[in-house]
T-cell receptor, first 113, second 115 residues
């Protein structure tokens, strides 16, 4: 089944404890991206990648890191999480081109206390 | 300037009635795609419908249709015969060819279907 697998679904952590949210797609998509969703703010892009070893900042990259060592994987790293990073996070992937929409992962609800 | 504007934070519709969710966009790129996604309370993002900038006809997918008015830069989603399961958050999105294939999302419209 074509899908974006995102883990974990739920995570509660403490301030400052490094964490990684994994994202993997099996559709050979070039483009991968991370978003955070907060009430009233919609989806805001954190980072994106147009291919292996190519990553770029989105609208809200502060406090996050990513890497794209393989085409299928695009992990999101929070080196020192803070409470303002409590949010719903989505990984998404697609082929390049304006006719292609995203396939989204199922989301990660992160709470930083 | 906002690339995608959804002016209706919340909407209510009676079951079996039709409803229109508004979306306007801003682009100078002649090549772009417009998308609608549904997010039910369970949280996942579900693709609904796509419209290309060069498409002459409005897109339709079952009970969903996209009212594409290019000159007005609007891409409204029409849901016919609303069902209780249509209660969800709806996001309009645009993808441009020229700006590195970037996606732009609106802030969403929360639709509630009343029995």
């Amino acid at each position: 089944e074509a899908q974006v697998t995102q883990n974990p679904r739920y995570l509660i952590t403490v301030t400052g404890k490094k964490l990684t949210v994994t994202c993997s797609q099996n559709m050979n998509h070039e483009y991968m991206s991370w978003y955070r969703q907060d009430p009233g703010l919609g989806l805001r892009q954190i980072y994106y990648s147009m291919n292996v070893e190519v990553t770029d900042k989105g609208d809200v990259p502060e406090g996050y890191k990513v890497s794209r060592k393989e085409k299928r994987n695009f992990p999101l790293i929070l080196e020192s999480p803070s409470p303002n990073q409590t949010s719903l996070y989505f990984c998404a992937s697609s082929f390049l081109g304006q006719t292609y929409g995203y396939t989204f992962g199922s989301g990660t609800r992160l709470t930083v206390v | 300037a906002q690339k995608i504007t959804q002016t209706q934070p919340g909407m209510f519709v009676q079951e079996k009635e039709a409803v229109t969710l508004d979306c306007t966009y801003d682009t100078s790129d002649p090549s772009y795609g417009l998308f609608w996604y549904k997010q039910p309370s369970s949280g996942e993002m579900i693709f609904l419908i796509y419209q290309g900038s060069y498409d002459q006809q409005n897109a339709t997918e079952g009970r969903y249709s996209l009212n594409f008015q290019k000159a007005r830069k609007s891409a409204n989603l029409v849901i016919s015969a609303s069902q209780l399961g249509d209660s969800a958050m709806y996001f309009c999105a645009m993808r441009e060819w020229g700006t590195g294939n970037q996606f732009y999302f609106g802030t969403g419209t929360s639709l509630t279907v009343i029995p």
